[in-house]
């Protein structure tokens, strides 16, 4: 995971985003050489390798990971925080997903805090919502062979709530059903488990 981490890093031009950095505090009437500015290139550099650092990973490395366990039910992870980048503004959107699977008949199942570093590995990307919602489902549907899998995913757009149409608070969900969990009461099992007590 250290090494995956660091080629990812190495994957991202740090000193071209410092140079657009500069440009951008240039073009809104800023000084980037005043004291408090002259670093700001160089962190937002290192923030952005880590905003993005999911574009070079590989689900298939995370949920390479599986145990024989013969657990035939459910396995659902909620309220798995995440923050990720819109990718029409440039700014976040954040939230929750809520991850779930059918283990299939070859039985394989993941390790609980694989499906969070997938969720992760996504959203670390230019994205939009429903992006995030199918590539999460299709990761475990193409690595788990799973029965059915679900993912729902509710977040709060940047974009929405500090500029433009100024909605703070808005939610959007989207949700991406596979297989056995598209059948009717399957499916509303995954969803009384996913929205009950809270
Ligand atoms: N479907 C979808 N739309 C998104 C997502 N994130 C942001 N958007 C929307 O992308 C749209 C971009 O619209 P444009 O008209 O091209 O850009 P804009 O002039 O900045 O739009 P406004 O946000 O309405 O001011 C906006 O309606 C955003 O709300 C997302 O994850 N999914
Ligand atoms: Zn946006």
Sequence with gaps: MEQRMSEAKNAVDQPRIEAAVREILLAIGEDPDRDGLQQTPARVARAYAEFFSGLHQDAGEILGTTFDIAHSEMVLVKDIPFYSTC???????????????I???DG??????KLARVVDLYAR??????RLTTQVVEA???HLNPRGAIVVIEAEHMCMSMRGVRKPGA?????????????????????????SQR
């Design 108 to 113: 394989k199942v993941t390790g609980l805090s």
């Design 87 to 101: 990718e029409h503004h440039l700014v976040p959107f954040h939230g929750v997903a809520h991850v779930g699977y």
């Design 103 to 105: 283990p299939g008949p």
């Design 125 to 130: 990307r230019p994205q939009v919502q429903e």
């Design 171 to 195: 939610k959007t969900v989207t949700s991406a059903v596979r297989g056995a969990l598209m059948n009717g009461a399957t499916r509303a099992e995954a969803m009384s488990l996913i929205f």
């Design 140 to 142: 475990l549907e193409e």
